[in-house]
């Protein structure tokens, strides 16, 4: 699965970790988060996300 890192921070969606604090369990594609999701460091939109190569 792919990695996101949001384009404003610089944070990196990980979809083996998720983002159990935002609700999302481990293992959850970055394309299965709902789209109201905001980064939990700067609360940038999903859409302000990137993919990134491993």
């Known amino acids: ?7 404003p921070c610089g944070w990196i969606y990980d ?3 998720g983002d159990p ?4 369990a481990p293992g959850t594609p970055f394309e299965e988060i709902p789209d109201d999701w905001c980064c939990p460091m700067c609360g940038a939109e999903k859409s302000d996300f990137e993919p990134i190569e491993d």
């Open 21 to 24: 604090d935002g609700g999302i």
């Open 15 to 17: 979809p083996a970790v």
């Open 1 to 7: 699965m792919k990695k996101y890192q949001c384009q």
